[in-house]
T-cell receptor, first 115, second 111 residues
Framework: GENVEQHPSTLSVQEGDSAVIKCTYS??????FPWYKQELGKRPQLIID?????GEKKDQRIAVTLNKTAKHFSLHITETQPEDSAVYFCAAKASGSGNTGKLIFGQGTTLQVKP | DAGVTQSPTHLIKTRGQQVTLRCSPKSGHDTVSWYQQALGQGPQFIFQYYEEEERQRGNFPDRFSGHQFPNYSSELNVNALLLGDSALYLC??????????FGPGTRLTVL
């Protein structure tokens, strides 16, 4: 069935260091891969996304890479700041006939950025 | 422009009861998806509504049902509540199968 595996489950870095979170998906029809940031008690917020026709996308300190062959995508955060501390979720979505584009989420990564 | 809104914020019910949660989508959005997020887990897809019909359903029992109104708002109903139904219920709206924006969620506690 459809599945997204996310690693690591927790990640602790020093302020200013980089953080990398990795996800692997099972459904080869997946063509859209969003990343959400969820602070404690808040809603998931979309921070960056990538489509399957692109290998990399960058937005300031955040970047996402996609390897379709390996069915693998990653989130990279550079120059981390304490306000980056949150739970990050990757997700995968398939489209096509009969598919409404439901999101399949990973299990989440708790990122702690120590000042 | 209001984003996605949900009501109520919190709800406490006892086993066997029924509950209705509500969602108003972001302006311009016509599709509503519902997700269940258990503590420490990623959101799990329940179902999606478009044009007042259930378009796709995740692996949830028939106790979970929904509805979409002509103004695109939506309700999630859960019958015969179980302790395991305790979770954060998230609504996400989109324009067709586009980017999904989440509401603040309803925290349901079943005692």
């Amino acid at each position: 069935g459809e599945n997204v595996e996310q690693h690591p489950s927790t990640l602790s870095v020093q302020e200013g260091d980089s953080a990398v979170i990795k996800c692997t998906y099972s459904d080869s029809a997946s063509n859209y891969f969003p990343w959400y940031k969820q602070e404690l008690g808040k809603r998931p917020q979309l921070i960056i996304d990538i489509r399957s026709n692109v290998g990399e996308k960058k937005d300031q300190r955040i970047a996402v890479t996609l390897n379709k062959t390996a069915k693998h995508f990653s989130l990279h955060i550079t120059e981390t700041q304490p306000e980056d501390s949150a739970v990050y979720f990757c997700a995968a979505k398939a489209s096509g006939s009969g598919n409404t584009g439901k999101l399949i989420f990973g299990q989440g990564t708790t990122l702690q950025v120590k000042p | 422009d209001a984003g996605v809104t949900q009501s109520p914020t919190h709800l406490i019910k006892t086993r066997g009861q029924q509950v209705t949660l509500r969602c108003s989508p972001k302006s311009g959005h016509d599709t509503v998806s519902w997700y269940q997020q258990a503590l420490g887990q990623g959101p799990q897809f329940i179902f999606q509504y478009y044009e007042e019909e259930e378009r796709q359903r995740g692996n949830f029992p028939d106790r979970f049902s929904g509805h979409q109104f002509p103004n695109y708002s939506s309700e999630l109903n859960v019958n015969a509540l179980l302790l395991g139904d305790s979770a954060l219920y998230l609504c996400a709206s989109s324009h067709r199968v586009g980017e999904q924006f989440f509401g603040p969620g309803t925290r349901l506690t079943v005692l």
